[in-house]
DNA sequence: AGGTATTTTTGTGTATACATGATGGCCGAT
DNA sequence: ATCGGCCATCATGTATACACAAAAATACCT
Protein backbone atom coordinates (compact mmCIF):
# COMPACT_ATOMS: atom_id res chain seq x y z
CA UNK A 1 0.00 0.00 0.00
CA UNK A 2 1.35 3.22 -1.34
CA UNK A 3 1.40 5.86 1.08
CA UNK A 4 0.62 9.36 0.50
CA UNK A 5 0.88 12.77 1.98
CA UNK A 6 -2.34 12.93 2.54
CA UNK A 7 -2.45 10.18 4.94
CA UNK A 8 0.06 11.77 6.66
CA UNK A 9 -1.88 14.65 7.55
CA UNK A 10 -5.00 12.82 7.73
CA UNK A 11 -3.13 10.49 10.36
CA UNK A 12 -1.51 13.69 12.32
CA UNK A 13 -4.93 15.64 12.45
CA UNK A 14 -7.17 12.54 13.85
CA UNK A 15 -4.29 11.65 16.16
CA UNK A 16 -4.60 15.58 17.71
CA UNK A 17 -8.22 15.29 17.85
CA UNK A 18 -8.23 11.80 19.43
CA UNK A 19 -5.69 12.65 22.18
CA UNK A 20 -7.65 16.04 22.81
CA UNK A 21 -5.18 18.33 21.39
CA UNK A 22 -7.49 19.79 19.18
CA UNK A 23 -10.68 20.04 21.33
CA UNK A 24 -14.04 20.17 20.18
CA UNK A 25 -14.99 23.55 18.33
CA UNK A 26 -11.48 24.17 17.42
CA UNK A 27 -10.85 25.70 14.57
CA UNK A 28 -8.85 23.80 12.12
CA UNK A 29 -7.21 26.29 9.70
CA UNK A 30 -5.67 24.68 6.92
CA UNK A 31 -2.77 27.27 6.19
CA UNK A 32 -1.78 26.59 10.21
CA UNK A 33 -2.04 22.83 9.50
CA UNK A 34 -0.50 22.61 6.28
CA UNK A 35 2.59 24.68 7.84
CA UNK A 36 2.79 22.66 10.87
CA UNK A 37 2.27 19.26 9.23
CA UNK A 38 5.25 20.43 6.79
CA UNK A 39 2.86 19.42 3.54
CA UNK A 40 0.45 22.00 1.76
CA UNK A 41 -2.54 22.65 1.31
CA UNK A 42 -4.05 20.58 -1.01
CA UNK A 43 -3.48 16.80 1.08
CA UNK A 44 -4.52 18.95 4.29
CA UNK A 45 -7.52 20.09 2.84
CA UNK A 46 -8.27 16.28 1.81
CA UNK A 47 -7.52 14.98 5.11
CA UNK A 48 -10.40 17.27 6.17
CA UNK A 49 -12.90 15.92 4.00
CA UNK A 50 -11.96 12.45 5.28
CA UNK A 51 -11.98 12.71 8.78
CA UNK A 52 -15.46 15.09 8.23
CA UNK A 53 -16.78 11.42 6.36
CA UNK A 54 -15.66 10.14 10.09
CA UNK A 55 -17.65 12.66 12.10
CA UNK A 56 -14.68 13.85 13.79
CA UNK A 57 -14.68 17.42 11.63
CA UNK A 58 -17.12 19.64 10.42
CA UNK A 59 -16.64 21.79 7.11
CA UNK A 60 -18.92 25.03 6.54
CA UNK A 61 -18.72 27.08 3.16
CA UNK A 62 -16.25 29.85 2.99
CA UNK A 63 -16.06 29.16 7.10
CA UNK A 64 -13.43 26.42 7.37
CA UNK A 65 -13.13 23.63 9.43
CA UNK A 66 -13.48 22.62 12.65
CA UNK A 67 -13.85 19.84 15.24
CA UNK A 68 -17.26 18.27 15.64
CA UNK A 69 -18.90 19.49 18.66
CA UNK A 70 -21.92 17.38 19.96
CA UNK A 71 -25.03 18.26 21.49
CA UNK A 72 -27.02 16.00 24.08
CA UNK A 73 -29.70 14.86 21.35
CA UNK A 74 -26.67 13.99 19.03
CA UNK A 75 -24.60 12.07 21.21
CA UNK A 76 -27.60 10.37 22.57
CA UNK A 77 -28.84 9.50 18.73
CA UNK A 78 -24.83 8.08 18.62
CA UNK A 79 -25.46 6.12 21.15
CA UNK A 80 -28.43 4.69 19.56
CA UNK A 81 -26.91 3.94 16.33
CA UNK A 82 -24.29 2.35 18.28
CA UNK A 83 -26.95 0.02 20.22
CA UNK A 84 -28.69 -0.86 17.07
CA UNK A 85 -25.49 -2.24 15.34
CA UNK A 86 -23.90 -3.77 18.34
CA UNK A 87 -26.73 -5.48 19.52
CA UNK A 88 -27.39 -6.50 15.92
CA UNK A 89 -24.15 -7.61 15.78
CA UNK A 90 -24.62 -9.76 18.92
CA UNK A 91 -27.55 -11.86 17.55
CA UNK A 92 -24.94 -12.50 14.48
CA UNK A 93 -22.13 -13.70 16.85
CA UNK A 94 -24.54 -16.09 18.19
CA UNK A 95 -25.77 -17.57 15.01
CA UNK A 96 -22.14 -18.16 13.44
CA UNK A 97 -19.91 -18.56 16.63
CA UNK A 98 -17.78 -21.34 16.54
CA UNK A 99 -16.10 -22.62 19.17
CA UNK A 100 -12.63 -21.23 18.83
CA UNK A 101 -14.20 -18.06 18.36
CA UNK A 102 -16.36 -18.30 21.61
CA UNK A 103 -12.65 -19.07 22.90
CA UNK A 104 -11.52 -15.32 22.19
CA UNK A 105 -14.85 -14.22 23.61
CA UNK A 106 -14.12 -15.94 26.91
CA UNK A 107 -10.59 -14.86 27.15
CA UNK A 108 -11.56 -11.10 27.15
CA UNK A 109 -14.41 -11.63 29.56
CA UNK A 110 -12.00 -13.40 31.78
CA UNK A 111 -9.68 -11.12 31.89
CA UNK A 112 -11.73 -8.06 32.74
CA UNK A 113 -12.78 -10.50 35.66
CA UNK A 114 -9.12 -10.66 36.67
CA UNK A 115 -8.66 -6.90 36.38
CA UNK A 116 -11.79 -6.09 38.46
CA UNK A 117 -10.63 -8.16 41.22
CA UNK A 118 -7.16 -7.27 41.11
CA UNK A 119 -8.83 -3.17 41.83
CA UNK A 120 -10.83 -4.80 44.58
CA UNK A 121 -7.14 -5.46 46.46
CA UNK A 122 -4.97 -2.21 45.44
CA UNK A 123 -6.09 1.44 45.80
CA UNK A 124 -4.25 2.36 42.71
CA UNK A 125 -6.09 2.37 39.91
CA UNK A 126 -3.71 4.40 37.71
CA UNK A 127 -2.44 1.42 35.00
CA UNK A 128 -5.27 -0.80 35.44
CA UNK A 129 -8.08 1.18 34.20
CA UNK A 130 -6.00 1.28 31.10
CA UNK A 131 -5.87 -2.06 31.22
CA UNK A 132 -9.64 -2.87 32.18
CA UNK A 133 -10.62 -0.09 29.11
CA UNK A 134 -7.97 -2.52 26.43
CA UNK A 135 -9.67 -5.62 27.78
CA UNK A 136 -13.40 -3.62 27.32
CA UNK A 137 -13.04 -3.38 23.70
CA UNK A 138 -11.18 -6.50 23.60
CA UNK A 139 -14.91 -8.24 24.06
CA UNK A 140 -17.02 -5.93 22.00
CA UNK A 141 -14.70 -6.14 19.17
CA UNK A 142 -14.44 -9.98 19.56
CA UNK A 143 -17.75 -9.80 18.78
CA UNK A 144 -18.04 -7.72 16.00
CA UNK A 145 -15.39 -10.09 14.44
CA UNK A 146 -17.42 -12.87 15.30
CA UNK A 147 -20.46 -11.56 13.67
CA UNK A 148 -18.95 -11.43 10.40
CA UNK A 149 -20.40 -7.97 9.17
CA UNK A 150 -17.13 -5.96 7.41
CA UNK A 151 -19.45 -2.94 7.17
CA UNK A 152 -21.07 -3.33 10.67
CA UNK A 153 -17.70 -3.60 12.01
CA UNK A 154 -16.37 -0.71 10.57
CA UNK A 155 -19.55 1.28 11.47
CA UNK A 156 -18.65 0.59 14.79
CA UNK A 157 -15.43 1.62 14.24
CA UNK A 158 -16.04 5.02 12.98
CA UNK A 159 -18.60 5.14 16.48
CA UNK A 160 -16.01 4.09 18.71
CA UNK A 161 -13.44 7.08 17.59
CA UNK A 162 -16.21 9.65 18.33
CA UNK A 163 -17.03 8.12 21.25
CA UNK A 164 -13.13 8.50 22.51
CA UNK A 165 -13.20 12.23 21.25
CA UNK A 166 -16.52 12.80 23.43
CA UNK A 167 -15.92 11.05 26.83
CA UNK A 168 -12.44 11.87 26.39
CA UNK A 169 -11.75 15.99 28.15
CA UNK A 170 -12.07 15.28 31.63
CA UNK A 171 -8.77 14.46 32.11
CA UNK A 172 -9.38 10.93 32.09
CA UNK A 173 -10.70 10.87 35.22
CA UNK A 174 -13.14 7.92 36.21
CA UNK A 175 -16.34 8.84 37.45
CA UNK A 176 -17.42 4.74 37.50
CA UNK A 177 -17.79 3.13 40.57
CA UNK A 178 -16.34 -0.89 41.45
CA UNK A 179 -20.15 -1.59 41.70
CA UNK A 180 -20.42 -0.21 38.31
CA UNK A 181 -17.55 -2.03 36.99
CA UNK A 182 -19.09 -5.41 38.77
CA UNK A 183 -22.37 -4.69 36.81
CA UNK A 184 -20.21 -4.38 33.31
CA UNK A 185 -18.87 -7.41 34.30
CA UNK A 186 -22.27 -9.13 34.73
CA UNK A 187 -23.38 -7.97 31.41
CA UNK A 188 -20.72 -9.18 29.67
CA UNK A 189 -21.19 -12.57 31.20
CA UNK A 190 -24.80 -12.60 30.01
CA UNK A 191 -23.87 -11.72 26.70
CA UNK A 192 -21.02 -14.57 26.55
CA UNK A 193 -23.62 -16.87 27.96
CA UNK A 194 -26.26 -16.37 25.55
CA UNK A 195 -23.53 -16.63 22.50
CA UNK A 196 -22.43 -19.71 23.97
CA UNK A 197 -25.51 -21.15 24.12
CA UNK A 198 -26.35 -19.90 20.32
CA UNK A 199 -29.38 -17.97 21.78
CA UNK A 200 -29.72 -15.16 19.36
CA UNK A 201 -32.66 -13.30 21.00
CA UNK A 202 -31.01 -13.67 24.36
CA UNK A 203 -27.78 -12.44 23.53
CA UNK A 204 -29.45 -9.12 21.66
CA UNK A 205 -31.59 -8.65 24.78
CA UNK A 206 -28.43 -8.60 27.04
CA UNK A 207 -26.58 -6.69 24.51
CA UNK A 208 -28.97 -4.01 24.41
CA UNK A 209 -29.28 -3.74 27.80
CA UNK A 210 -25.48 -3.68 28.88
CA UNK A 211 -25.74 -0.36 25.74
CA UNK A 212 -29.15 0.96 27.38
CA UNK A 213 -27.03 0.81 31.06
CA UNK A 214 -23.99 2.30 29.32
CA UNK A 215 -25.73 5.28 27.48
CA UNK A 216 -27.44 6.30 31.20
CA UNK A 217 -24.26 6.07 32.64
CA UNK A 218 -22.45 8.12 30.14
CA UNK A 219 -25.24 10.66 30.44
CA UNK A 220 -24.98 10.73 33.75
CA UNK A 221 -21.22 11.76 33.64
CA UNK A 222 -22.12 13.91 31.01
CA UNK A 223 -24.67 15.86 32.91
CA UNK A 224 -21.88 17.12 35.82
CA UNK A 225 -19.26 17.62 33.22
CA UNK A 226 -21.29 20.26 31.64
CA UNK A 227 -22.54 22.14 34.69
CA UNK A 228 -18.90 22.41 36.04
CA UNK A 229 -18.13 23.48 32.32
CA UNK A 230 -21.00 26.25 31.49
CA UNK A 231 -18.81 28.91 31.53
CA UNK A 232 -16.46 27.54 29.00
CA UNK A 233 -18.93 27.45 25.86
CA UNK A 234 -15.71 26.56 23.78
CA UNK A 235 -13.33 23.77 24.58
CA UNK A 236 -16.09 21.63 25.77
CA UNK A 237 -16.83 18.70 24.00
CA UNK A 238 -20.75 17.74 24.51
CA UNK A 239 -22.40 21.03 25.21
CA UNK A 240 -26.53 21.12 25.61
CA UNK B 1 -26.36 27.77 2.44
CA UNK B 2 -23.54 28.91 0.23
CA UNK B 3 -23.04 26.60 -3.42
CA UNK B 4 -19.80 26.21 -3.70
CA UNK B 5 -18.03 23.98 -7.52
CA UNK B 6 -17.29 21.13 -4.93
CA UNK B 7 -21.14 21.05 -4.82
CA UNK B 8 -21.71 21.04 -8.16
CA UNK B 9 -19.13 18.61 -8.75
CA UNK B 10 -20.16 16.50 -6.09
CA UNK B 11 -24.38 16.29 -7.09
CA UNK B 12 -22.76 15.76 -11.03
CA UNK B 13 -20.98 12.80 -10.37
CA UNK B 14 -23.13 11.29 -7.91
CA UNK B 15 -26.43 12.02 -10.24
CA UNK B 16 -24.58 9.91 -13.41
CA UNK B 17 -23.69 7.15 -11.01
CA UNK B 18 -27.26 6.85 -9.40
CA UNK B 19 -28.78 6.79 -13.34
CA UNK B 20 -26.04 4.50 -13.69
CA UNK B 21 -24.16 5.90 -16.77
CA UNK B 22 -21.58 5.62 -14.83
CA UNK B 23 -21.48 2.17 -13.83
CA UNK B 24 -19.57 -0.40 -11.57
CA UNK B 25 -16.14 -0.51 -12.48
CA UNK B 26 -15.74 2.71 -14.11
CA UNK B 27 -12.63 4.83 -13.67
CA UNK B 28 -13.02 8.10 -12.86
CA UNK B 29 -10.51 10.06 -13.57
CA UNK B 30 -10.47 13.47 -12.76
CA UNK B 31 -9.11 15.64 -15.54
CA UNK B 32 -12.09 13.81 -18.00
CA UNK B 33 -14.41 14.74 -14.92
CA UNK B 34 -13.34 18.71 -14.65
CA UNK B 35 -13.58 19.18 -18.49
CA UNK B 36 -16.72 17.48 -18.76
CA UNK B 37 -18.36 19.40 -15.58
CA UNK B 38 -16.26 22.83 -16.42
CA UNK B 39 -14.43 23.09 -13.10
CA UNK B 40 -10.74 22.52 -12.31
CA UNK B 41 -9.51 19.31 -10.58
CA UNK B 42 -9.12 20.53 -7.12
CA UNK B 43 -13.60 20.33 -6.41
CA UNK B 44 -13.55 17.42 -8.27
CA UNK B 45 -11.01 15.48 -6.50
CA UNK B 46 -12.76 17.16 -2.93
CA UNK B 47 -16.16 15.68 -4.66
CA UNK B 48 -15.13 12.34 -5.17
CA UNK B 49 -13.83 12.02 -1.37
CA UNK B 50 -17.28 13.00 0.06
CA UNK B 51 -18.47 10.07 -2.67
CA UNK B 52 -15.97 7.68 -1.39
CA UNK B 53 -17.01 8.24 2.20
CA UNK B 54 -20.76 7.65 0.64
CA UNK B 55 -19.56 4.23 -0.16
CA UNK B 56 -20.42 5.31 -4.25
CA UNK B 57 -16.69 5.38 -4.81
CA UNK B 58 -13.76 3.65 -4.02
CA UNK B 59 -9.85 5.72 -4.54
CA UNK B 60 -6.84 4.12 -4.71
CA UNK B 61 -3.42 5.80 -4.57
CA UNK B 62 -1.35 6.95 -7.23
CA UNK B 63 -4.35 4.82 -9.06
CA UNK B 64 -7.10 6.90 -9.22
CA UNK B 65 -11.24 6.84 -8.46
CA UNK B 66 -13.67 4.24 -10.00
CA UNK B 67 -17.32 3.66 -8.84
CA UNK B 68 -17.49 0.70 -6.48
CA UNK B 69 -18.53 -2.71 -7.45
CA UNK B 70 -19.44 -5.05 -4.76
CA UNK B 71 -19.21 -8.29 -4.51
CA UNK B 72 -22.15 -10.18 -2.83
CA UNK B 73 -20.85 -10.73 0.42
CA UNK B 74 -20.42 -7.37 1.06
CA UNK B 75 -24.24 -7.15 -0.80
CA UNK B 76 -25.47 -9.00 2.00
CA UNK B 77 -23.47 -7.15 4.53
CA UNK B 78 -25.25 -4.08 3.47
CA UNK B 79 -28.50 -5.84 3.29
CA UNK B 80 -27.79 -6.33 7.15
CA UNK B 81 -26.53 -3.35 8.34
CA UNK B 82 -29.72 -1.68 6.71
CA UNK B 83 -32.05 -4.79 8.57
CA UNK B 84 -30.15 -3.41 11.94
CA UNK B 85 -30.85 0.20 11.30
CA UNK B 86 -34.58 0.06 10.32
CA UNK B 87 -35.29 -2.79 12.81
CA UNK B 88 -33.68 -0.50 15.43
CA UNK B 89 -35.57 2.66 14.34
CA UNK B 90 -39.16 0.66 13.94
CA UNK B 91 -38.72 -0.08 17.59
CA UNK B 92 -38.09 3.44 18.29
CA UNK B 93 -41.07 4.86 15.93
CA UNK B 94 -43.48 2.40 18.08
CA UNK B 95 -42.78 3.85 21.12
CA UNK B 96 -42.17 7.58 20.07
CA UNK B 97 -44.95 8.24 17.43
CA UNK B 98 -47.90 10.63 17.75
CA UNK B 99 -51.56 10.25 16.52
CA UNK B 100 -50.57 12.57 13.59
CA UNK B 101 -47.08 10.83 13.01
CA UNK B 102 -48.97 8.03 13.12
CA UNK B 103 -50.98 9.12 10.09
CA UNK B 104 -48.24 9.52 7.60
CA UNK B 105 -47.24 6.42 8.22
CA UNK B 106 -50.79 5.15 7.61
CA UNK B 107 -51.45 7.01 4.70
CA UNK B 108 -48.35 5.65 3.05
CA UNK B 109 -49.59 2.08 3.83
CA UNK B 110 -52.81 2.79 2.01
CA UNK B 111 -51.27 4.50 -1.06
CA UNK B 112 -49.70 1.50 -1.72
CA UNK B 113 -52.83 -0.58 -1.31
CA UNK B 114 -54.76 1.64 -3.57
CA UNK B 115 -51.94 1.30 -6.45
CA UNK B 116 -51.27 -2.39 -5.61
CA UNK B 117 -54.95 -2.60 -6.51
CA UNK B 118 -55.13 -0.89 -9.60
CA UNK B 119 -52.38 -2.91 -10.49
CA UNK B 120 -54.68 -5.86 -10.19
CA UNK B 121 -56.76 -4.35 -12.87
CA UNK B 122 -54.64 -2.45 -15.47
CA UNK B 123 -51.88 -4.46 -17.08
CA UNK B 124 -50.08 -1.61 -17.47
CA UNK B 125 -47.79 -1.52 -14.60
CA UNK B 126 -45.51 1.27 -16.50
CA UNK B 127 -45.80 4.07 -14.17
CA UNK B 128 -47.51 2.48 -11.10
CA UNK B 129 -44.21 0.87 -10.70
CA UNK B 130 -42.85 4.31 -10.25
CA UNK B 131 -45.36 5.10 -7.81
CA UNK B 132 -45.33 1.97 -5.84
CA UNK B 133 -41.55 2.36 -4.96
CA UNK B 134 -42.04 5.99 -4.40
CA UNK B 135 -44.83 5.26 -2.01
CA UNK B 136 -42.19 2.20 -0.41
CA UNK B 137 -39.75 4.71 0.20
CA UNK B 138 -42.27 6.93 1.75
CA UNK B 139 -43.62 4.16 3.98
CA UNK B 140 -39.92 3.38 5.27
CA UNK B 141 -38.76 7.38 5.48
CA UNK B 142 -41.88 8.13 7.85
CA UNK B 143 -41.20 5.38 9.76
CA UNK B 144 -37.42 6.50 9.93
CA UNK B 145 -38.62 10.67 11.12
CA UNK B 146 -40.94 8.90 13.62
CA UNK B 147 -37.71 7.15 15.25
CA UNK B 148 -36.23 10.67 15.61
CA UNK B 149 -32.46 9.68 15.63
CA UNK B 150 -30.95 11.75 12.88
CA UNK B 151 -28.07 9.92 12.58
CA UNK B 152 -29.80 6.53 12.26
CA UNK B 153 -31.87 8.64 9.38
CA UNK B 154 -28.65 9.83 7.75
CA UNK B 155 -27.01 6.50 7.70
CA UNK B 156 -30.19 4.96 6.23
CA UNK B 157 -30.27 6.94 3.80
CA UNK B 158 -26.78 6.53 2.42
CA UNK B 159 -27.21 2.82 2.23
CA UNK B 160 -30.41 3.67 0.24
CA UNK B 161 -28.19 5.38 -2.45
CA UNK B 162 -25.90 2.66 -2.43
CA UNK B 163 -29.33 -0.04 -2.44
CA UNK B 164 -30.20 2.12 -5.91
CA UNK B 165 -26.94 1.45 -7.75
CA UNK B 166 -26.79 -1.99 -7.03
CA UNK B 167 -30.22 -2.68 -8.33
CA UNK B 168 -30.41 0.07 -11.13
CA UNK B 169 -28.19 -1.62 -13.93
CA UNK B 170 -31.44 -4.30 -15.32
CA UNK B 171 -32.93 -1.25 -17.39
CA UNK B 172 -35.68 -0.75 -14.10
CA UNK B 173 -37.19 -4.54 -14.95
CA UNK B 174 -39.35 -5.55 -12.15
CA UNK B 175 -38.62 -9.54 -11.45
CA UNK B 176 -41.39 -8.91 -8.67
CA UNK B 177 -44.73 -10.63 -9.42
CA UNK B 178 -48.02 -9.15 -7.79
CA UNK B 179 -48.30 -11.87 -5.41
CA UNK B 180 -44.46 -10.33 -3.80
CA UNK B 181 -45.97 -7.01 -3.87
CA UNK B 182 -48.92 -8.38 -1.79
CA UNK B 183 -46.77 -9.94 0.36
CA UNK B 184 -45.07 -6.68 1.14
CA UNK B 185 -48.47 -4.68 1.78
CA UNK B 186 -48.69 -7.46 4.31
CA UNK B 187 -45.56 -6.88 5.82
CA UNK B 188 -46.11 -2.99 6.03
CA UNK B 189 -49.45 -3.83 7.89
CA UNK B 190 -47.91 -5.96 10.47
CA UNK B 191 -45.42 -3.18 11.09
CA UNK B 192 -48.01 -0.28 11.33
CA UNK B 193 -50.13 -2.40 13.35
CA UNK B 194 -47.11 -2.78 15.60
CA UNK B 195 -46.46 0.96 15.54
CA UNK B 196 -50.14 1.58 16.44
CA UNK B 197 -50.39 -0.42 19.68
CA UNK B 198 -46.78 1.16 20.59
CA UNK B 199 -45.64 -2.55 20.88
CA UNK B 200 -42.11 -2.12 20.37
CA UNK B 201 -41.04 -5.54 20.48
CA UNK B 202 -43.64 -6.28 17.62
CA UNK B 203 -42.35 -4.08 15.44
CA UNK B 204 -38.93 -4.73 15.67
CA UNK B 205 -40.19 -8.19 14.90
CA UNK B 206 -41.85 -7.23 11.83
CA UNK B 207 -39.87 -5.01 10.52
CA UNK B 208 -36.60 -7.35 10.80
CA UNK B 209 -38.65 -10.04 8.91
CA UNK B 210 -39.75 -7.50 6.30
CA UNK B 211 -36.09 -6.46 5.62
CA UNK B 212 -35.08 -10.47 5.86
CA UNK B 213 -37.60 -11.04 3.12
CA UNK B 214 -36.43 -8.12 0.56
CA UNK B 215 -32.94 -9.30 1.03
CA UNK B 216 -33.94 -12.76 -0.32
CA UNK B 217 -35.64 -11.08 -2.58
CA UNK B 218 -32.82 -9.54 -4.06
CA UNK B 219 -30.24 -11.92 -4.06
CA UNK B 220 -32.44 -14.18 -5.84
CA UNK B 221 -32.87 -11.69 -8.39
CA UNK B 222 -29.62 -10.29 -8.61
CA UNK B 223 -28.29 -14.31 -8.78
CA UNK B 224 -30.41 -14.14 -12.06
CA UNK B 225 -28.89 -11.26 -13.10
CA UNK B 226 -25.30 -12.36 -12.43
CA UNK B 227 -25.75 -15.64 -14.58
CA UNK B 228 -26.88 -13.40 -17.70
CA UNK B 229 -23.82 -11.07 -17.41
CA UNK B 230 -21.67 -13.18 -16.69
CA UNK B 231 -19.43 -12.47 -19.54
CA UNK B 232 -18.99 -9.22 -19.30
CA UNK B 233 -17.12 -8.43 -15.77
CA UNK B 234 -17.24 -4.50 -16.56
CA UNK B 235 -20.70 -3.27 -16.35
CA UNK B 236 -22.00 -5.09 -13.87
CA UNK B 237 -23.32 -3.98 -10.31
CA UNK B 238 -23.05 -6.95 -8.17
CA UNK B 239 -19.98 -9.56 -9.05
CA UNK B 240 -19.72 -12.68 -7.29
C1' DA C 1 6.45 -14.34 -33.74
C1' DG C 2 6.34 -13.86 -28.82
C1' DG C 3 7.90 -11.99 -24.98
C1' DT C 4 10.58 -8.50 -22.69
C1' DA C 5 12.87 -4.06 -22.12
C1' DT C 6 12.44 0.73 -22.97
C1' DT C 7 10.34 4.84 -24.05
C1' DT C 8 6.33 7.67 -24.25
C1' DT C 9 2.37 9.26 -22.47
C1' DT C 10 -1.05 9.92 -19.37
C1' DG C 11 -2.84 11.02 -14.90
C1' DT C 12 -2.24 11.38 -10.13
C1' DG C 13 -0.40 13.84 -6.03
C1' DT C 14 1.31 18.05 -4.59
C1' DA C 15 2.60 22.84 -4.41
C1' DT C 16 1.48 27.39 -5.26
C1' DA C 17 -0.76 31.56 -7.12
C1' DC C 18 -4.94 34.15 -7.40
C1' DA C 19 -9.74 35.80 -6.51
C1' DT C 20 -13.67 36.08 -3.75
C1' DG C 21 -15.96 36.11 0.43
C1' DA C 22 -15.57 36.41 5.56
C1' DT C 23 -13.73 38.55 9.93
C1' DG C 24 -12.42 42.20 12.85
C1' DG C 25 -11.13 46.77 13.78
C1' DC C 26 -11.86 51.65 12.87
C1' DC C 27 -14.36 55.72 12.19
C1' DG C 28 -18.33 58.52 11.88
C1' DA C 29 -23.17 59.32 12.92
C1' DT C 30 -26.84 59.50 16.15
C1' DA D 1 -21.18 56.27 24.44
C1' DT D 2 -23.04 53.05 21.37
C1' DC D 3 -24.45 51.41 17.09
C1' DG D 4 -23.83 50.82 12.20
C1' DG D 5 -21.23 50.93 8.09
C1' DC D 6 -16.58 50.87 5.76
C1' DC D 7 -12.08 49.15 4.92
C1' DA D 8 -8.04 46.18 5.59
C1' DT D 9 -6.61 41.68 6.35
C1' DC D 10 -6.84 36.97 5.92
C1' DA D 11 -8.41 32.34 4.88
C1' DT D 12 -10.89 29.71 1.85
C1' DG D 13 -12.12 27.95 -2.78
C1' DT D 14 -10.28 27.34 -7.10
C1' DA D 15 -7.16 27.09 -10.96
C1' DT D 16 -2.93 25.73 -12.67
C1' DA D 17 1.92 24.18 -12.98
C1' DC D 18 5.12 20.60 -11.95
C1' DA D 19 7.12 16.01 -10.49
C1' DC D 20 6.77 11.37 -10.36
C1' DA D 21 4.49 6.97 -10.70
C1' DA D 22 1.78 3.86 -13.49
C1' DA D 23 0.06 2.37 -17.82
C1' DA D 24 0.50 2.10 -22.74
C1' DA D 25 2.96 1.81 -26.77
C1' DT D 26 6.92 0.89 -29.16
C1' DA D 27 11.16 -1.22 -30.13
C1' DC D 28 14.26 -4.82 -29.29
C1' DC D 29 15.99 -9.37 -28.56
C1' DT D 30 15.63 -14.29 -28.66
Not at 83 to 89: D, G, M, N, S
Not at 99 to 104: G, K, T
Not at 106 to 120: T, Y
Not at 221 to 226: A, F, T
Amino acid sequence: MELVNTDVAYKFIREKILSGVYSAGMPLASKNLSKEIGVSRTPVRDALRQLEADGLVIIKPRIGASVKSMDLKEFKDLCGLRQALETYAAGLAAHNRTESELEEIHGALEAMRVIVEKMLKTANDKELLGDLAREDVRFHLAIINVAKNDLIKKEIMRLSLINRVVSNPPKGKSTETLANRRTVLESHQEIFDAIASKNVAAAKNAMERHQQKNLEKVILMMGVKERSKFHSELGIAVKG
